[in-house]
T-cell receptor, first 116, second 113 residues
């Protein structure tokens, strides 16, 4: 089974509108972390936001928020007030356990295009 | 403050050859991980180095090997290249092996002909 599933290969959003990128995960470990990264055409993976499995509140970082629904095993990224510079690939990722190093499991990504 | 730097940015090799990719971690970081990203896919974990030792390894054959130097920089070596090794190779660094936040470089694009 896939550890991380992103079902939206491509998404379009109007500038200044909000957009939600979907992510579901699969793990039996009670301790895990969920991440979102942005990958522009330059190739660099840019960290956006992190949610720990024991965190009670949804994570927020500026225009980014993570809609964490533990029972449904979903960790959707919400981008508010989209900007042209938000056009990029977005990857959801998970790290299982504590003290298990940096093995992140990534999804296949969602290509976001912001339309002027 | 320099981020994660990788060299070279692009590389073309032929089947059967060997290749070495290099990575300098972000200043203050002591752990380096390597990921392979095939076209249209998410990155896949190759291995992680901490204190000059391989600490964790993903599902990659022994043709993939690495090294970490005392200054925390790292090399990824791939022997007997296959066409399927063509990918973007990303290096990520963090402070300690259990850091929640990885900083990635821009990658080395390897093409195997």
């Amino acid at each position: 089974a896939q550890k991380i599933t992103q079902t939206q290969p491509g998404m379009f959003v109007q500038e200044k509108e909000a957009v939600t990128l979907d992510c579901t995960y699969d793990t039996s470990d009670p301790s895990y972390g969920l991440f979102w990264y942005k990958q522009p055409s330059s190739g660099e993976m840019i960290f956006l936001i992190y949610q720990g499995s024991y965190d009670q509140q949804n994570a927020t970082e500026g225009r980014y928020s993570l809609n964490f629904q533990k029972a449904r095993k979903s960790a959707n990224l919400v981008i508010s007030a989209s900007q042209l510079g938000d056009s990029a690939m977005y990857f959801c990722a998970m790290r299982e356990g504590r003290g298990t190093g940096n093995q992140f499991y990534f999804g296949t990504g969602t290509s976001l295009t912001v339309i002027p | 403050d320099a981020g994660v730097t990788q060299s070279p940015t692009h590389l073309i090799k032929t089947r059967g050859q060997q290749v070495t990719l290099r990575c300098s971690p972000k200043s203050g970081h002591d752990t380096v991980s390597w990921y392979q990203q095939a076209l249209g896919q998410g990155p896949q974990f190759i291995f992680q180095y901490y204190e000059e030792e391989e600490r964790q390894r993903g599902n990659f054959p022994d043709r993939f090997s690495g090294h970490q130097f005392p200054n925390y920089s790292s090399e990824l070596n791939v022997n007997a290249l296959l066409l399927g090794d063509s990918a973007l190779y990303l290096c990520a660094s963090s402070w300690t092996a259990m850091s929640e936040k990885l900083f990635f470089g821009s990658g080395t694009q390897l093409s195997v002909l």
